[in-house]
T-cell receptor, first 111, second 113 residues
Framework: GQNIDQPTEMTATEGAIVQINCTYQ??????LFWYQQHAGEAPTFLSY??LDGLEEKGRFSSFLSRSKGYSYLLLKELQMKDSASYLC????????????WGAGTKLIIKP | DADVTQTPRNRITKTGKRIMLECSQT?????MYWYRQDPGLGLRLIYY???????NKGEISDGYSVSRQAQAKFSLSLESAIPNQTALYFC????????????FGPGTRLTVL
């Protein structure tokens, strides 16, 4: 089966660090995406992990453990503009790159 | 200019009406997708197309149809709209070196009364 779980909502303070988790149950997958979506706007690409480990890109980092079916997105030095939903998506094998999407985590940043 | 555009951006219609949502892209991508997004649910794939002659049903194609008029254009039709089709609709494209990374249009907010 294919199931992706993310927390529904998280709250963090401006300037702090927050970790958004994504767990998945698939029979294997080709990669894992993170997208950012501001309210009422289009999802925008943040990261794509294929191999295990941490990939850093500025204030944002993404981690993948294929054996544990687990990923997280780490946001550092939080800014008010980081208030958004963060979507996790998996590319199942033999799927012609159809993505399976989590429902997203709404991140609220407080001053 | 935006790489992926959608028209209209907002639409209110009545039950039973036929509606067409349009998507155009200037990214030169072969692959195009239509999704709907509902509160509390993930993006759900309606239809996808890998080239002009290739159309595939997604997870929730019932009640929808599509047309790939050209590489750059992919339209979604609701033949007879019903209230539970009220949602935010997104078009996306992928292609080039990163075939799997999808790029989204701004969305169409559709309300069916």
């Amino acid at each position: 089966g294919q199931n992706i779980d993310q927390p529904t909502e998280m709250t963090a303070t401006e300037g702090a660090i927050v970790q958004i988790n994504c767990t998945y149950q698939t029979s294997g997958f080709n990669g894992l995406f993170w997208y950012q979506q501001h309210a009422g706007e289009a999802p925008t690409f943040l990261s794509y992990n294929v191999l295990d480990g941490l990939e850093e890109k500025g204030r944002f980092s993404s981690f993948l453990s294929r054996s544990k079916g687990y990923s997280y997105l780490l946001l550092k030095e939080l800014q008010m503009k980081d208030s958004a939903s963060y979507l996790c998506a998996v590319v199942p094998p033999r799927s012609n790159y159809q993505l399976i999407w989590g429902a997203g985590t709404k991140l609220i940043i407080k001053p | 200019d935006a790489d992926v555009t959608q028209t209209p951006r907002n639409r209110i219609t009545k039950t039973g009406k036929r509606i067409m949502l349009e998507c155009s892209q200037t990214k030169g991508h072969d692959r195009m997708y239509w999704y709907r997004q509902d509160p509390g649910l993930g993006l759900r794939l309606i239809y996808y197309s890998f080239d002009v002659k290739d159309i595939n049903k997604g997870e929730i194609s019932d009640g929808y149809s599509v047309s790939r008029q050209a590489q750059a254009k992919f339209s979604l039709s609701l033949e007879s709209a019903i209230p539970n089709q009220t949602a935010l609709y997104f078009c996306a494209t992928s292609g080039g070196i990163r075939t799997d990374t999808q790029y989204f249009g701004p969305g169409t907010r559709l309300t069916v009364l």
